[in-house]
């Protein structure tokens, strides 16, 4: 059913083992970096942890498979006042320019890896990424030349900031990701602004297909990590 997905059967020991070697990678390259790190250097690190990786690849996404619903037309009007064309089915949060992470190769798998990673908390836009994160994972059928992908990804989010992991204003409520709490399947993600270029342009909202629990672990250094498990929509 879903072309460019690898067809195998869910193993919880196998994802375990990979859940363990990609934690001791995210933890290895945190050690490693200082105060003034980014994400760039970040991603560098993990990939270089984990070995047989490539980066930045160019990814080619299915169809939702939860239909993204409709701007309505007022807000396509405000939007062409602008100067901005949104087309009546919306903007796909999947663009054509999106580009992975880290594609690891593991044991003959090609596994999808999304990191997000922000010591200090200056915007409101960190648990969208995220969360479109996993929109974007939940969807992927290839990442630069390679069409067999894991049905077992990752999406990763290391920080200092306690607003994320206690899920609390001044982040968007409806892109908390409080410790403890879980997502609902088909579960809708939006800004909960009245401006139409946020609600629809710039950050375009997205259905998640999966539900997903959020469990932050201690990472050292005052820091916290994030570690899901994303399966293809459908899967």
């Not at 990979?18 to 990939?47: H, N, P, T, Y």
């Not at 939860?66 to 396509?76: D, E, F, H, K, S």
């Not at 879980?182 to 139409?196: I, L």
Request: proline share 6%.
């Amino acid at each position: 059913m879903w072309e460019g997905v690898l067809e195998r059967q869910q193993n919880p020991v196998r994802d375990g083992m990979q859940d363990d070697l990609i934690m001791a990678a995210v933890r290895a390259a945190f050690s490693q970096l200082g105060e003034d790190a980014d994400e760039a250097a970040f991603q560098k690190a993990v990939a270089k942890e984990l070995g047989s990786a490539e980066r930045e690849l160019r990814l080619t996404f299915a169809p939702a498979a939860v239909p993204l619903r409709r701007p309505p037309p007022a807000a396509i009007a405000m939007l062409a006042d602008e100067g901005k064309q949104l087309a009546p089915e919306g903007k796909d949060p999947c663009s054509r320019a999106a580009k992975l992470d880290v594609l690891w190769d593991h044991e003959g798998l090609h596994i999808p890896i999304e990191l997000k990673f922000r010591l200090h908390r200056n915007s409101d836009t960190y648990g969208y990424m995220f969360l479109k994160d996993l929109h974007r994972l939940e969807r992927v059928v290839k990442a630069g030349q390679h069409e067999l992908l894991s049905e077992t990804r990752y999406s990763i989010f290391v920080t200092r900031e306690s607003v994320y992991w206690e899920g609390r204003r001044p982040e968007p409520q409806p892109f908390w990701l409080r410790d403890g709490s879980s997502t609902e399947k088909g579960q809708w993600f939006q800004y909960d602004q009245t401006s139409a270029d946020t609600l629809w342009w710039r950050y375009p909202p997205f259905h998640l297909a999966n539900t997903y629990t959020f469990r932050w672990q201690d990472l050292g250094r005052g820091a916290k990590v994030l570690l899901l498990r994303v399966h293809p929509q459908g899967a």
